[in-house]
């Protein structure tokens, strides 16, 4: 008589774990979702992959005139373009990627309520996807840090750390949001406007040395601020790099995104049933 094999999918009970090795053995479906949500957002654009530079660059314009010549908001002796332009790199993928990230599950409910694979692929699928987003956007900035005789100073060897401590800044704030958007559909609405009020919070169009010095730790809690500060002293070659803020905001963004995961965790076994 042949023998039959049978596996049984059950829920995590309590706050559940993060299956690792399984993620792993996934790790195709990773590349597969990646390269599909490109496709799906370049898909028959007439610019294609130059829109991932045109949102940055434009922004960069408007509020160079806006906030740099009407304004006459400080930059710390940089060029206000490349001052604003420098923060707008990570900023652009972190918006980016918490905006989409916050809606996948809702999107992708019809397959992962009749496939199973580990659904915490869905919410970091974007993160991936924006990097090359990142990446390309990265290019205008050569371009006018030579325009500007802008030199990097030797601190750019930090710049890997910068762009980690920036994904996972997006990873926890997108896991929260993606486990509770699917339940409440509120937090669609609400990740635009969300979005826009921590761009003014960051130090997108104005200095950190605004902030004044007491209240500087405190607002260092603020992954983004490290990330953006940090992103200037590495690329424009003016100051020390942030390690204070950096420090702070590198503890705040893991606090973040291990809560984001054990919360995600707790939740999965829920998601077929509000999809």
């Not at 702070?248 to 999965?268: D, Q």
Request: aromatic share 16%.
């Amino acid at each position: 008589m042949k023998e039959t094999y049978h596996k049984v999918i059950e829920p995590p009970r309590g706050w559940g774990r993060i299956n690792w090795a399984e993620l792993w053995h996934y790790r195709d479906l990773f590349y597969f979702m990646v390269w599909r949500q490109l496709k799906a957002l370049y898909k028959q654009t007439v610019l294609g992959f130059t829109w991932a530079v045109i949102n940055p660059f434009f922004q960069m314009v408007v509020f160079s005139v806006v906030f740099g010549r009407l304004a006459r908001i400080p930059s710390d002796g940089i060029p206000y373009p490349i001052f604003t332009y420098t923060a707008l790199l990570p900023w652009t993928y972190f918006a980016g990627s918490l905006t989409t990230a916050a809606d996948s599950l809702t999107t992708t409910a019809p397959i992962f309520t009749k496939v199973y694979f580990p659904r915490l692929i869905i919410p970091v699928t974007p993160l991936l996807a924006k990097l090359v987003d990142f990446a390309l956007a990265f290019t205008v900035l050569g371009g006018l840090m030579v325009w500007y005789r802008v030199v990097p100073s030797w601190q750019v060897v930090f710049l890997p750390l910068l762009v980690l401590l920036m994904v996972l800044t997006a990873l926890g704030l997108s896991l929260w949001l993606s486990a509770l958007g699917l339940q409440y559909r509120d937090v669609r609405f609400g990740v635009p406007f969300l979005t826009q009020v921590m761009m003014y919070a960051a130090p997108v169009v104005w200095p950190v040395s605004l902030v004044p010095e007491k209240y500087r730790l405190l607002y260092g809690l603020y992954p983004m601020a490290g990330v953006i500060e940090g992103f200037r002293a590495a690329l424009l070659g003016r100051g020390t790099m942030p390690w204070d803020l950096i420090a702070v905001g590198g503890a705040s963004a893991l606090v973040l995104a291990v809560g984001g995961l054990l919360f995600f965790a707790r939740r999965e076994r829920f998601f077929a049933d509000v999809a």
